[in-house]
T-cell receptor, first 115, second 116 residues
Framework: DADVTQTPRNRITKTGKRIMLECSQT?????MYWYRQDPGLGLRLIYY?????DINKGEISDGYSVSRQAQAKFSLSLESAIPNQTALYFC????WGQGASDTQYFGPGTRLTVL | AQTVTQSQPEMSVQEAETVTLSCTYD???????LFWYKQPPSRQMILVIR??????QNATENRFSVNFQKAAKSFSLKISDSQLGDAAMYFC?????????????FGTGTRLKVLA
């Protein structure tokens, strides 16, 4: 089984709809991240969480919100989707502390299309 | 603020040959981490190699090696004996080590084509 899973893998929705992307991990890592990938722009950080009680905005958080339900679960919500949120979304996890390197491990991605 | 630049949007290499992908970065920190990730058509982001800035020795992983030039702020990836399965997007990433810079910063990627 994959260490970092994302659901759904693909989603098509309409402008104005609320949508939630979910991420779960079995790696036991404290740190979790949400990125979006657009052609020619690489990966940009939306939100990150260093533990269950710690949520931080990334460089492009407008229009998004997150929830860290447990150490293993980190959800991304689009409250009112718009077409320019069409992108590939990645969840990632990392481990930090003595002996850990904070290397990020990625989920398989969610392809979101907003019509 | 830190930045990461990949100036080659696309590269091609003949199967079994060697190719080098370039990455430069800008930072005022002395300690940090650098990474190369591979994204094949399956779109999964896969860690290829990691380099700690305090280590002078260049990291290697089988056919993949880096040329880390700290003074020049350069971090290139060399792929030896290229295989068809190496065809992918390659992203360079930087992670700082001081408070406020723990986030990863990614370059815009280089698409590598491997020719049979």
């Amino acid at each position: 089984d994959a260490d970092v899973t994302q659901t759904p893998r693909n989603r098509i929705t309409k402008t104005g709809k609320r949508i939630m992307l979910e991420c779960s991990q079995t790696k036991g890592h404290d740190r979790m991240y949400w990125y979006r990938q657009d052609p020619g722009l690489g990966l940009r950080l939306i939100y990150y969480s260093f533990d269950v009680k710690d949520i931080n905005k990334g460089e492009i958080s407008d229009g998004y919100s997150v929830s860290r339900q447990a150490q293993a679960k980190f959800s991304l919500s689009l409250e009112s989707a718009i077409p320019n949120q069409t992108a590939l979304y990645f969840c990632a996890t990392s481990d930090w502390g003595q002996g850990a390197s904070d290397t990020q491990y990625f989920g398989p991605g969610t392809r979101l299309t907003v019509l | 603020a830190q930045t990461v630049t990949q100036s080659q949007p696309e590269m091609s290499v003949q199967e079994a040959e060697t190719v080098t992908l370039s990455c430069t970065y800008d930072t005022s920190e002395s300690d940090y981490y650098l990474f190369w990730y591979k994204q094949p058509p399956s779109r999964q982001m896969i860690l290829v190699i990691r380099q700690e800035a305090y280590k002078q020795q260049n990291a290697t992983e089988n056919r993949f090696s880096v040329n880390f030039q700290k003074a020049a702020k350069s971090f290139s990836l060399k792929i030896s004996d290229s295989q068809l399965g190496d065809a992918a997007m390659y992203f360079c990433a930087y992670r700082g080590s001081t408070s406020g810079t723990y986030k990863y910063i990614f370059g815009t990627g280089t698409r590598l084509k491997v020719l049979a």
